[in-house]
């Protein structure tokens, strides 16, 4: 008989958890040669303060059988931990797994949430079958597939830009974020976005992609000066939005309104913030695009971009 109980990181013996998930993942293709026991509890550590972090324990016997952490820090949306459920290898694994997102379904419903998204990420072939596990755990019960991405990087000590800037068309500028309000930010966001091929944007609804873009452009976290809002008089007509931690940046969301595509906005747009980078110092970048996005994809490409790996994304719609 298993028993699942759904509670705060900071109530759980986290010794005891991380025992579990060591000894769980040991023969597996989650295993890493360094991890310890110690290192596992410590991240756990960093969690207890969090009230946000939720997790379902299901029990057989008096131990540990399955986990699944999820976030719930955000309006409408939680998201699970990147591979999880993580549950102990043999015959009732598959039962365990479906029962705690079955749970975990439930929970969300009941505190009001309205979409539960999975990340499985990375995809390769080392990861294949964990793949099929977990694709087959999560539409088993209700998820559909949202969307596969492409992670891409690029050294930007060993990228070398062209000397020439390309420009913008005429009429068009570069304006700092810091001089541009959310306000007039968020339509031109929703227009590029509705208009491309982002599918992960479009399969959520108008209350769920408002949090996105409230996530996305906060003011609490500085952005980098290679942030760059392209502006036609006092209209926002392009936006590429860059945050930087540890010498890395990251990119995105990146879009221009429907009017404006396929005059060469975004090449500028590309040019002038990886230049901006490399004055600072910054020596990695990276970015996520659907990989359905081959314009998108190929333009990152001739940045030096290389796809890294690929990922997924599951969800499930409260009804």
């Not at 131990?63 to 699944?68: E, N, P, S």
């Amino acid at each position: 008989m298993v028993e699942i109980i759904v509670t705060a990181v900071k109530e759980l013996d986290l010794r005891k958890l991380a025992n579990f998930m060591f000894d769980s993942r040991q023969t597996s293709v989650f295993h890493v040669a360094n991890r310890t026991v110690d290192g596992i509890e410590s991240a756990l550590q960093e969690l207890v303060a969090d009230e946000n972090q939720i997790v379902m324990i299901a029990s057989s016997g008096g131990k540990i059988a399955g986990i699944l952490r999820i976030y719930v820090g955000f309006q409408e949306m939680v998201f699970t931990d990147n591979w999880h459920p993580i549950v102990t290898p043999g015959e009732e694994e598959d039962t365990i797994a479906t029962e705690l997102i079955q749970t975990c379904k439930q929970y969300i419903k009941e505190q009001g949430f309205s979409r539960l998204e999975v990340l499985l990420s990375p995809l390769s072939d080392q990861y294949s079958e964990a793949h099929l596990q977990y694709k087959s755990w999560y539409e088993s019960v209700g998820f559909h597939k949202a969307t596969e991405e492409t992670l891409m990087r690029v050294n930007l000590e060993n990228l070398s830009l062209p000397d020439t800037q390309p420009s913008l068309p005429k009429g068009l500028r570069f304006e700092s974020i810091d001089n541009v309000e959310n306000k007039d930010i968020e339509n031109p966001f929703f227009d590029s976005f509705e208009s491309g091929k982002d599918r992960l944007f479009v399969d959520m609804t108008r209350a769920q992609q408002r949090v996105s873009f409230n996530y996305w452009f906060r003011r609490s976290q500085p952005f980098h000066r290679s942030t760059i809002i392209v502006m036609k008089d006092d209209e926002v007509v392009g936006f590429n939005v860059v945050r930087v931690e540890d010498d890395s940046a990251e990119i995105g969301p990146v879009g221009v309104i429907p009017k404006y595509k396929r005059q060469g906005i975004m090449k500028a747009v590309l040019h002038e913030s990886i230049k901006r980078l490399q004055e600072d110092g910054v020596k990695i970048a990276e970015l996520e695009a659907d990989v359905s996005n081959e314009p998108a994809i190929n333009l990152y490409k001739m940045f030096g971009f290389e796809q890294v790996h690929t990922q997924e994304y599951y969800a499930w719609k409260v009804e």
